[in-house]
């Protein structure tokens, strides 16, 4: 067996792992876009949200089953996987996106007992870092609960906290721009949505979903409308990953 059957090997197993929790509390498992080996920085979410793309467990199994993926939706998704691959990763460098529990639930239900249930999922989630990750990868905490929680539970990595990408946060990242309001507006010509759809398609495209959800991702992201509030989003990524990209290039 080749270094890549037995990491899709043990990623699957893992993943197995993470199905069989996720149904123990009630939840469906939504599965993340699977890397294609160890990666140089790994960005920790909350948990996959039901409501936009899938109203029930039922809808959502129907839909996993033919291919649909997390992270692979919305344009906050998509704002995220565009800023990972041009202002985090370097030449031949990769990320993967995860969630610190993988049982999809509606927004208004996933504060309920959340530090409990991040609990019962930390040793899996040592597990897929201990997995998908290089040993000197970057860690990234997207939003101040993922953090926190590594921070509780003494995780064992550096990690870095950045805001999270969901519009409640929408405060968060018009504070990121005091003081930098000057470079802000030199930023807001670099990026255009024409830019982010192409970062959809080629996101799209690498986790292999089929055409149907690959077009109606696409569709969704081109109605969109790139907001001052999502190009503040986008700045704060920019300049939190480059600080970490610099920090890591500079070891």
């Known amino acids: 067996m080749t270094l890549d059957?037995?990491?899709?090997?043990?990623?699957?197993?893992?993943?197995?792992?993470?199905?069989?929790?996720?149904?123990?509390?009630?939840?469906f498992f939504l599965?993340?876009?699977?890397?294609?080996?160890?990666?140089?920085?790994?960005?920790?979410?909350?948990?996959p949200s039901l409501g936009r793309w899938a109203r029930s467990a039922d809808e959502a199994r129907t839909r996993v089953e033919a291919g649909f993926r997390n992270f692979l939706y919305s344009l906050e998704d998509?704002?995220?996987?565009?800023?990972?691959?041009?202002?985090?990763?370097?030449?031949?460098?990769?990320?993967?996106?995860?969630?610190?529990?993988?049982?999809?639930?509606?927004?208004?239900?996933?504060?309920?007992?959340?530090?409990?249930?991040?609990d019962r999922w930390y040793a899996l989630l040592q597990d897929e870092i201990d997995l998908v990750a290089t040993p000197h990868a970057g860690i990234i905490a997207v939003g101040n609960d993922v953090a926190q929680h590594?921070?509780?539970?003494?995780?064992?990595?550096?990690?870095?906290?950045?805001?999270?990408?969901?519009g409640q946060a929408g405060r968060a990242r018009h504070d990121g721009i005091v003081g930098r309001e000057a470079s802000f507006e030199a930023f807001r010509d670099s990026v255009s949505l024409h830019d982010l759809i192409a970062?959809?398609?080629?996101?799209?495209?690498?986790?292999?979903?089929?055409?149907?959800?690959?077009?109606?991702a696409l569709s969704g992201v081109?109605?969109?409308?790139?907001?001052?509030?999502?190009?503040?989003?986008?700045?704060?990524?920019?300049?939190?990953?480059?600080a970490i990209r610099d920090a890591s290039s500079s070891h």
């Open 5 to 27: 059957q037995t990491f899709r090997t043990t990623y699957r197993a893992l993943e197995a792992r993470m199905q069989t929790l996720a149904e123990a509390e009630g939840d």
């Open 31 to 47: 599965p993340n876009p699977e890397p294609e080996g160890p990666v140089q920085y790994v960005l920790i979410c909350m948990e």
């Open 78 to 118: 998509f704002i995220l996987h565009f800023c990972a691959r041009r202002y985090l990763c370097g030449p031949a460098q990769h990320y993967h996106v995860t969630d610190l529990s993988k049982g999809a639930m509606l927004v208004n239900r996933a504060g309920l007992g959340r530090v409990a249930r991040y």
């Open 150 to 166: 590594l921070e509780r539970r003494g995780f064992p990595r550096p990690f870095t906290r950045v805001l999270h990408y969901s």
């Open 199 to 216: 970062t959809a398609e080629a996101v799209l495209t690498e986790a292999r979903v089929p055409v149907t959800i690959r077009d109606e």
């Open 222 to 242: 081109a109605r969109s409308q790139l907001t001052t509030s999502r190009l503040e989003l986008l700045f704060n990524y920019k300049v939190a990953f480059e």
